[in-house]
């Protein structure tokens, strides 16, 4: 049935060496459920009734070219050959315990394996023995539900996600990439269970919302974790922008929304996914900032500067990366609306220039961001802010032109100079500084500190000047 898409020829081998070892050996999981899915994947997983070591061993020596890891402990085995990884394991079977989510482990049929198993389109199979090779095994109408889009646990769900509660994760990661649908029990059970996250590791459930953010329509799964009350347990900053308050007849945008609906506009531009978190953040710290002015409305002054001091708590606390990333991200924060503001005010280059200089690399990605950060529902205000935006870009491009020739500065100035010497201004200080300048025009320098350095202690000496052994 499926002999078309087992087209690599491990898994013939795999049959094989089964056979010999008198083993029952099946596809299962990712690669099955992606054949339906029409994803060409290259991460296998074999379950055998028998031991998974043994297996990939015993292939190991057929297929030479493949590297082979063993892992004692998990009693599991991975070929890896070209980009493929293959992943060997032995049937088993899974009781838990309440307080974490490693549950007994022993061995067990091929049913107590798919039994285990989260959902029903991860728990379809493809046997590999003989004579029922490449015959699908669907024990609980996984294709149908491939077919209508569904997310269900095979067994209770309750009792699925309380045994291991990544799954509701799980779930909710499942739903945006593949844009499913949870049936309504499954959904259900995620809102009852939600509390049973808590013994999972930070750095799990920050996996998974990783791989939302990474799909395509992050959205789904931020609304879901949401209404489940997942999202509460581990990101409240975001929870606590939804909601619209009226005060005089006055509202204000729901941010919540606003807020996913500006990170799906910045995943249509952006693979980035640092992007896609300034998006996340960028209005974070509006409950935080906002006032009501009686007779004006509603106001959150500042909310790009404490939101951008936000950024460091969250992503400690998500155990997301310090370094650069966060360093972009935090300043993707605190310029997201300085774009705007060049369209509102009359234009001039040193508003632009500063621009400019602070965004520094990430020019490209605030302008991503900001427009991304449109989400009016009337379409002729959408049309001018993003006219304005165009012409924002295009100023920023003029300035960057004309700057290359009016705003270039040598790596050493006058002021440093005068520190290097210990003097104060100068006819010499004039002359250095112009022999600096015309040395890295003409090329006869680099335009780097080290080179400057060394060239304008040479001219003070010429000059009879000494460099001051208390300064630089
Ligand atoms: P991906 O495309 O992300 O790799 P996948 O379905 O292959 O998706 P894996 O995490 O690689 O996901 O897991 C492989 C298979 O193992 C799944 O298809 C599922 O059958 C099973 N599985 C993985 N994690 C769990 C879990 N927490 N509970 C139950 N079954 C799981
Ligand atoms: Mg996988």
Same mark, same amino acid.
Request: proline content about 0%; cysteine-free; hydrophobic content about 50%.
């Given at each position: 049935m499926f002999q078309k898409e087992l087209n690599h020829p491990i898994f013939q081998l795999v049959s094989e060496e089964s056979q010999k070892l008198g083993f029952q050996t099946f596809v299962v999981g990712g690669f099955v459920r992606d054949i339906f899915l029409k994803r060409a994947s290259k991460d296998v997983d074999f379950v055998t009734v028998g031991s998974g070591i043994e297996l990939a061993t015993a292939v190991r020596n057929r297929l030479k070219k493949a590297h082979l890891s063993v892992f004692k402990n998990f009693g599991t085995a991975q070929l890896k050959t070209d980009d493929w990884e293959f992943e060997f394991v032995g049937a088993r079977k899974e009781s838990y315990d309440r307080n974490s989510r490693k549950p007994k482990v022993e061995d067990g049929t091929f049913e107590d394996d798919i039994y285990r198993r989260d959902f029903t389109i991860n728990a379809l199979a493809i046997s590999l023995n003989a004579p029922k090779y490449g015959e699908l095994i669907d024990l609980f109408g996984g294709v149908e539900d491939l077919k209508k889009g569904l997310i269900r646990t095979p067994l209770d769900p309750k009792i699925t996600f309380s045994d291991d509660p990544l799954r509701m994760m799980r779930a909710a990661r499942f739903a945006t990439q593949l844009n499913f649908t949870l049936v309504p029990e499954t959904l259900e059970a995620l809102k009852t269970e939600a509390?049973?996250?808590? &013994? &999972?590791s930070q750095e799990r459930i920050t996996d998974e919302l990783q791989k939302i953010i990474k799909s395509a329509k992050p959205s789904i799964g931020f609304t879901l974790l949401f209404d489940t009350k997942l999202l509460h347990l581990f990101f409240p900053e975001m929870v606590r922008l939804q909601g619209v308050e009226v005060r005089e007849g006055k509202g204000h945008k729901d941010n919540f929304y606003h807020t996913l609906q500006v990170l799906d506009q910045t995943c249509e531009k952006t693979e980035d996914i640092w992007v896609r978190w300034a998006a996340i953040l960028h209005d974070i710290a509006k409950p935080a900032t906002k006032r009501f002015f009686p007779g004006e409305g509603w106001t959150f002054h500042g909310h790009e500067d404490k939101g951008s001091r936000m950024v460091k708590p969250i992503f400690t606390r998500l155990k997301l990366p310090l370094g650069e990333p966060m360093r972009r991200v935090i300043n993707l924060v605190r310029l997201h609306l300085r774009p705007i503001a060049l369209t509102k005010e009359q234009i001039t280059d040193s508003a632009i220039r500063r621009l400019i200089f602070d965004a520094e690399a990430d020019l490209e990605d605030l302008m991503i961001l900001c427009k991304s950060d449109i989400t009016t529902k009337n379409k002729e205000k959408e049309k001018r802010f993003q006219a304005n935006l165009l012409l924002v870009e295009k100023n920023i491009a003029l300035v960057e032109e004309r700057d290359r020739i009016r705003n270039w500065q040598p790596p050493i100035d006058g002021q440093y100079i005068m520190d290097l010497f210990g003097i104060g201004p100068s006819k010499e200080i004039g002359i250095i500084k112009t022999q600096l300048k015309d040395a890295i025009l003409d090329g006869i320098i680099d335009n780097n500190l080290e080179e400057a350095l060394k060239f304008v202690i040479e001219k003070g000496k010429e000059l009879g000047l000494q460099r001051n052994e208390f300064g630089i």
């Open positions: 509390h049973r996250l808590s &013994i &999972i």
